[in-house]
């Protein structure tokens, strides 16, 4: 069994690996885009905003709905393809760590 110094270099360790991946995950850039790519989005995988691009064409049609829902759709599709990317982070940062079945690192 191991003694409690161990214990805590290991849980130091776990910790320091958890900030070093997270400081990787703002550093992995995701693109979302919608109606066709004319609206697109890029985000960090952790979820930072950097920057939107909007075809100009959308600016002329008048239709601020439209524009609007085309924002929201890259948003969310760029949100969804940074989980991805975190996740998968994740897995690679957990993998061989002697952790149990369905348990979920805090964030």
Not at 40 to 56: E, M
Not at 72 to 92: G, I, L, P, V
């Amino acid at each position: 069994m191991q003694n409690i110094n161990d214990i805590m270099k290991m849980a130091q360790n776990v910790q320091q690996q958890l900030a070093d991946a997270q400081g990787k995950l703002d550093e992995i850039e995701v693109e979302g885009a919608a109606g066709g790519g004319m609206v697109k989005v890029r985000c960090s995988a952790k979820g930072r905003f950097i920057s939107i691009d909007i075809d100009p064409s959308l600016l002329n049609v008048g239709d601020k709905e439209m524009l609007e829902d085309l924002i929201a759709a890259a948003f969310n599709d760029a949100r969804a393809k940074a989980d991805t990317a975190s996740n998968e982070q994740m897995q690679k940062m957990t993998a061989g760590m002697p952790l149990p079945p369905g348990f979920k690192l805090p964030f």
